[in-house]
């Protein structure tokens, strides 16, 4: 659940309409699969030129949960 809040807070601050900000986790063995969705007009923000913010929310989430010992993969909708 930390790392649900984490993205949720992390997104939140870039965003314009941080109402909008929808963040789902689906657990499995080996990983832990995190679905970011954003507003349309938001989409830029959260993915930066040349995907830099996206690698940069990444990176954070996965160091986050090195305690895990799980994979953590974020996708960004």
């Known amino acids: 659940m930390l790392m649900k809040e984490l993205l949720e807070y992390v997104a939140k601050s870039l965003v ?15 990983s832990i699969v995190l679905n970011l969705h954003v507003a349309q007009g938001d989409m830029g923000k ?9 690698k940069a929310i990444r990176a954070v989430v996965r160091a986050g949960s090195a305690r895990e010992n ?8």
């Open 46 to 54: 959260v993915i930066g030129k040349q995907g830099r913010i996206a």
């Open 16 to 30: 314009s309409s941080p109402e909008d900000v929808v963040v789902t986790q689906t657990e499995t063995d080996a």
């Open 70 to 77: 799980k994979r953590v993969i974020v996708d960004i909708d």
